[in-house]
C-alpha cells in the first residue's frame, strides 16, 4: 500500500489517498492514541470514491471514531470500463426504463463485478490491518451485493450495514441465508429502482439471529442523515 496524498480535514480527521496495486482508495482517520475498528464502507456500481454523499458518510463515520476506508473496484471511478460493460448498463437501463424483466441481465452483468470485487477488497483489508493505527474489529458499510459475498467469505467481517435493493442478484439472494453477523439494512419505501417487496423478501432471506430493518419514505437517493448516526451507533454496539 502506498500514500500518495494526506490531509487533515477541519473535524480532525486525517484524510489519505492510496494506492495498492491498481487499486485506488481513499482512508480516513480519527485523532486517536490507540488503534480503531475499521468500517469499509463500498460504493454502488458504477460510482467513484470521490461521491460526494459517500465521502460525507465517511468522514462523520471517521469523526465519530472509525478508520473509514473505501476503493474503486474494477469498472467503477477512476478505474477503466471495458466496451461490454458499457453496453450492458446500457441495457439494464433501457430495460428498467421500459418495465421489463431485469433478473438475468442484472445477474449477467452484476455477478461477474461482485467476482472481481470481493478479493479485491479482501486485499485492501488485509493491507489496511497492517497498519498500526487500524485495529479491529471490522464492518461493512453499502453495496449490497458486494456485502452479502464478502460477508460469507471473509471472517474478518463482524457486521455490515447494508442499502436495501430489490434488485440483488440471485447468487447473493441465495448466498444471504449464510450470512450470520449483525445487519442493519436502511430501506427507502418509494425508492424508484428497487423493488420494495422484493427487498422485505431479502431482508426475510438472511440467516443472521439479529437484524434491523429501518425503512424511510422517499425515494433513492433520499435516506435520511440521521441514519448515519444511527449506523454509527449500530457498529459501536458491534466493533467497539
Not at 494526506?6 to 480516513?28: A, K, N, S
Not at 477503466?80 to 460493460?85: I, L, M, Q, V
Not at 440483488?168 to 430501506?187: F, M, S, W
Request: glycine share 10%.
Amino acid at each position: 500500500m502506498q500514500f500518495t496524498s494526506e490531509q487533515r480535514l477541519d473535524d480532525g480527521v486525517l484524510e489519505r489517498e492510496f494506492t495498492l496495486g491498481e487499486i485506488p482508495g481513499t482512508l480516513w482517520t480519527p485523532e486517536s492514541a490507540a488503534p480503531v475498528p475499521l468500517i469499509l464502507m463500498a460504493h454502488n456500481n458504477g460510482l467513484s470514491r470521490r461521491q460526494s454523499r459517500l465521502v460525507a458518510r465517511a468522514r462523520h463515520s471517521a469523526a465519530y471514531g472509525y478508520a473509514v476506508a473505501t476503493i474503486d473496484a474494477a469498472g467503477c471511478g477512476d478505474r477503466p470500463r471495458s466496451a461490454a460493460d458499457e453496453q450492458a448498463r446500457a441495457d439494464l437501463r433501457r430495460a428498467m426504463q421500459a418495465g421489463e424483466p431485469v433478473d438475468e441481465l442484472f445477474g449477467s452483468f452484476i455477478g461477474p463485478l461482485v467476482k472481481k470485487a470481493v478479493p479485491e477488497w479482501q486485499t485492501t483489508l488485509h493491507a489496511l490491518l497492517s497498519l498500526p493505527e487500524i485495529g479491529g474489529p471490522v464492518g461493512y458499510s453499502g453495496w449490497m451485493a458486494v456485502g452479502i459475498r464478502l460477508a460469507v467469505v471473509e471472517p474478518r467481517i463482524a457486521a455490515a450495514g447494508f442499502f436495501a435493493g430489490g434488485y440483488v442478484p440471485r447468487a447473493q439472494r441465495e448466498e444471504a441465508r449464510q450470512v450470520t453477523v449483525p445487519l442493519l439494512l436502511l430501506l427507502q419505501w418509494d425508492d424508484e429502482g428497487n423493488p420494495r417487496q422484493r427487498a422485505l423478501d431479502l431482508f426475510d432471506a438472511f440467516g443472521t439471529k439479529e437484524k434491523t430493518l429501518h425503512a424511510n419514505m422517499g425515494g433513492h437517493t433520499g435516506t435520511p442523515w440521521f441514519e448515519v448516526d444511527d449506523g454509527n451507533r449500530f457498529f459501536g454496539r458491534h466493533l467497539k
